[in-house]
């Protein structure tokens, strides 16, 4: 009896595969076909997590697109550079496997840095659904990111992967103080978590809403610095660490109302001061 000899399907041109209905792969006429040797080479899929199954004597792979993007800054410093199936993103922590893709709105965007690309801008108008940036033992730990340029980065906070719904842009322990000078749009009301109170997460780009009224709220023991003319319009809470205001237009807590729930909300316009806990401050600047 003869061994089969090894071969190889190609399923797909990079990032086409089809996340909807499963490929055939061999069809055993009966006979239920073993997983034994069956590999995917992850280069131009790296977006994707293969799962087999064996279904009425057929041997299929499906594809469900992966939810957490790494970034590498392997090809450069720019969010949207993507050619010849690579771009700046891994689907795994480590950043060996390369996406091949740009962050889409379902894209939990987790910003570990594996290179000294540490200023980033985006190249095109972003929409993603979260925004991480890691802490001790990575080198975002100890190196701060600067995320600028025009285009704007719209940030979704819907439940995705491992996600929970209203997480917008989180600081781990143990992270560097890190800027954010692109413009900024609230796809949905959202927290931005700064963790630890020795860390500061500033947001010198304008926030919008697209006039949909979403909230932001500050948590986390860290600080927030809010330093844009902000438009957003659902409010603003702070339920922990504290929120600098520090605008030198418009208003730099859109155009709601600011509830201090816990901690402290400081002004620092022209000088600095430190509002009491618990109290809504109804006046903006």
Same mark, same amino acid.
């Given at each position: 009896?003869?061994?089969? *000899?090894?071969?190889?399907?190609?399923?797909?041109?990079?990032?086409?595969?089809?996340?909807?209905?499963?490929?055939?792969?061999?069809?055993?006429?009966?006979?239920?076909?073993?997983?034994?040797?069956?590999? &995917?080479?992850?280069?131009? &899929?790296?977006?994707? &997590?293969?799962?087999?199954?064996?279904?009425?004597?057929?041997?299929?792979?499906?594809?469900?697109?992966? +939810?957490?993007?790494?970034?590498?800054?392997? %090809?450069? *410093?720019?969010?949207?550079?993507?050619?010849?199936?690579?771009?700046?993103?891994?689907?795994?922590?480590?950043?060996?496997?390369?996406?091949?893709?740009?962050?889409?709105?379902?894209?939990?965007?987790?910003?570990? %840095?594996?290179?000294? %690309?540490?200023?980033?801008? !985006?190249? /095109?108008?972003?929409?993603?659904? +979260?925004?991480?940036?890691?802490?001790?033992?990575?080198?975002?730990?100890?190196?701060?990111?600067?995320?600028?340029?025009?285009?704007?980065?719209?940030?979704?906070?819907? /439940?995705?992967?491992?996600?929970?719904?209203?997480? $917008?842009?989180?600081?781990?322990?143990?992270?560097?103080?890190?800027?954010? +000078?692109?413009?900024?749009?609230?796809?949905? *009301?959202?927290?931005?978590?700064?963790?630890?109170?020795?860390?500061?997460?500033?947001?010198?780009?304008?926030?919008?809403? $697209?006039?949909?009224?979403?909230?932001?709220?500050?948590?986390?023991?860290?600080? !927030?610095?809010? *330093?844009?003319?902000?438009?957003?319009?659902?409010?603003?809470?702070?339920?922990?660490?504290?929120?600098?205001?520090?605008?030198?237009?418009?208003?730099?807590?859109?155009?709601?109302?600011?509830?201090?729930?816990?901690?402290?909300?400081?002004?620092?316009?022209?000088?600095? /001061?430190?509002?009491?806990?618990?109290?809504?401050?109804?006046?903006?600047?």
């Amino acid at each position: 009896m003869r061994e089969p *000899s090894a071969s190889t399907t190609n399923l797909l041109t990079p990032n086409t595969l089809d996340t909807t209905t499963p490929y055939l792969l061999i069809y055993g006429a009966g006979n239920t076909p073993s997983l034994a040797g069956v590999t &995917v080479d992850s280069n131009g &899929v790296g977006a994707y &997590v293969p799962t087999y199954s064996t279904v009425d004597g057929a041997l299929e792979v499906s594809f469900a697109s992966s +939810s957490n993007l790494y970034w590498t800054g392997s %090809q450069s *410093s720019t969010w949207s550079t993507a050619a010849g199936g690579f771009s700046n993103f891994s689907t795994d922590a480590a950043g060996t496997d390369n996406s091949g893709i740009t962050p889409t709105s379902g894209s939990n965007v987790i910003l570990r %840095q594996y290179s000294d %690309q540490h200023e980033h801008s !985006l190249g /095109a108008n972003t929409t993603i659904n +979260s925004l991480e940036f890691t802490g001790a033992g990575t080198t975002a730990g100890s190196n701060s990111v600067t995320i600028g340029g025009t285009n704007t980065l719209t940030i979704n906070a819907a /439940a995705v992967g491992n996600v929970a719904a209203g997480t $917008g842009i989180t600081i781990d322990t143990g992270s560097a103080n890190h800027t954010i +000078s692109a413009p900024v749009a609230l796809g949905a *009301s959202q927290a931005w978590t700064v963790t630890d109170v020795t860390n500061t997460l500033t947001v010198s780009g304008n926030v919008s809403d $697209g006039g949909a009224k979403y909230t932001l709220t500050k948590a986390g023991a860290g600080a !927030l610095v809010l *330093s844009g003319s902000n438009t957003y319009g659902g409010g603003t809470a702070v339920n922990a660490g504290t929120l600098e205001v520090s605008n030198s237009a418009g208003s730099a807590t859109g155009s709601g109302s600011v509830a201090v729930n816990m901690g402290d909300i400081k002004r620092c316009r022209h000088y600095c /001061a430190i509002i009491d806990r618990r109290r809504n401050c109804g006046d903006r600047r």
